[in-house]
């Protein structure tokens, strides 16, 4: 079988999924092993979490969802993919004037008017 391996952070309350191998602070580390061609929502269905329960995602320092906006369940993940899950109730400190944004979220930020983000990061 052809896989990927891909790095997963998980912050606050949702650094228990996924069978964590570390804990630093305030978050965990696991390093999953998928299916090449496997989407985000193939790897939220391996760590058995919701994906309500997320807030912002961020794939490679791009955020890829943010609550109740959730674009990236079909984005095909990469070998070497590094993706960052903070839970609903968390405001992730990347947030700055320069965020950068997957292009499945770029996409869905111009195309919806009524989102009212009045900054486009790219």
Request: glycine content about 4%; overall charge negative; hydrophobic content about 35%.
């Amino acid at each position: 079988m052809d896989s990927i391996t891909v790095d997963v952070r998980l912050y606050g309350e949702l650094s228990c999924y996924g069978k964590p191998v570390q804990h630093k602070g305030n978050y965990s580390y696991i390093s999953v092993d998928l299916s090449r061609g496997s989407t985000l929502k193939d790897l939220l269905d391996y760590l058995l979490m919701c994906t309500n329960e997320r807030g912002f995602t961020f794939i490679n320092e791009k955020v890829s969802a943010m609550p109740d906006l959730q674009t990236d369940l079909d984005d095909q993940l990469q070998e070497g993919d590094q993706i960052i899950f903070f839970p609903s109730k968390m405001l992730p400190t990347q947030l700055h004037f320069d965020l950068k944004m997957t292009d499945s979220m770029t996409r869905t930020v111009r195309a919806d008017e009524d989102l009212n983000l009045y900054y486009l990061y790219e």
